[in-house]
């Protein structure tokens, strides 16, 4: 779906940005961009959705050539959730969705009624301005405006942004099933949770170079200790004790009356990103 090969990018003569990024995303797979500000993956997401140009090395998406592909058919296929809300604020959810999809052939567009009650959008809302909106309305709005035109590629940056939780669960639950439909998803985002959830697999970007890339699971198995925290009663006293994961085949090596809990101290994808790009999520 996306290769890119030998990506660099200079704003002018003196400031290199990408130095030589190479990795592919699969059909069908969410795959994780993730960097601290200022490391690149904004430009990298502008190059792949065709906003920027003048990029050296090579990025193809659906087989074809970034820098050749100039035709509508081509955009049509790509969907986009900018970081910050790409709406026109004098008008409604409603009339900015049939604004926007009227750039696509009628066959591919979906039902706005049905988008938006995917998104659980306030019925209140739904021909008030987007002025009138929350931050979290108004990233149901952005993300309706995604999947309106039934991407066969999209982009998300940040997008669970300003949603409470039960709003991040369900962005993550429309993001999942945009994957079961064959979606192709490319996200960006802060959120090492998101991340974690939904990748197959994530790259870490620091300073235009590709620092890590692998499943979240892995590159937390790969960092592991090998230690798990057990939490114990014996003889009516709670206990802890800190042991080898080896040290459990042959079961619990200490006297205890009932375990209470069992904790790995595996690190959290966060605890990588801090690792490999030597920056948190600032």
Request: glycine content about 8%; proline content about 4%.
């Amino acid at each position: 779906m996306i290769e890119v090969k030998d990506l660099t990018y200079s704003y002018g003569k003196d400031k290199q940005v990408l130095h030589g990024l190479n990795f592919s995303v699969e059909d069908g797979e969410i795959f994780g961009f993730l960097g601290p500000n200022g490391s690149g993956k904004s430009t990298t997401q502008k190059i792949l959705t065709g906003i920027l140009k003048g990029h050296a090395g090579k990025v193809s998406l659906f087989g074809q050539d970034i820098s050749a592909a100039h035709t509508q058919e081509f955009f049509w296929k790509i969907g986009v959730l900018f970081e910050f809300p790409y709406l026109y604020a004098n008008l409604s959810a409603v009339d900015n969705l049939k604004y926007f999809s009227s750039f696509y052939p009628k066959e591919q567009v979906r039902s706005i009624e049905e988008v938006l009650d995917e998104l659980e959008f306030k019925p209140d809302f739904l021909k008030k301005p987007v002025s009138s909106y929350s931050k979290g309305m108004r990233q149901r709005a952005s993300m309706a405006r995604a999947l309106i035109s039934n991407p066969k590629l999209l982009f998300l940056d940040e997008p669970t942004s300003g949603l409470d939780p039960s709003g991040a669960v369900l962005f993550r639950k429309i993001i999942e099933e945009e994957r079961r439909k064959g979606t192709t998803v490319f996200l960006t985002t802060h959120n090492m949770l998101d991340a974690d959830l939904l990748c197959d697999r994530v790259a870490f970007i620091s300073d235009g170079n590709i620092m890590a890339l692998d499943t979240p699971k892995s590159l937390k198995e790969q960092n592991s200790n090998h230690r798990v925290v057990i939490d114990y009663l014996y003889q009516e006293r709670r206990e802890e004790q800190t042991i080898e994961t080896s040290e459990l085949e042959e079961g619990i090596p200490f006297a205890h009356d009932e375990i209470i809990s069992v904790h790995s101290q595996e690190p959290t994808l966060e605890d990588m990103f801090i690792k490999y790009t030597g920056r948190g999520l600032s």
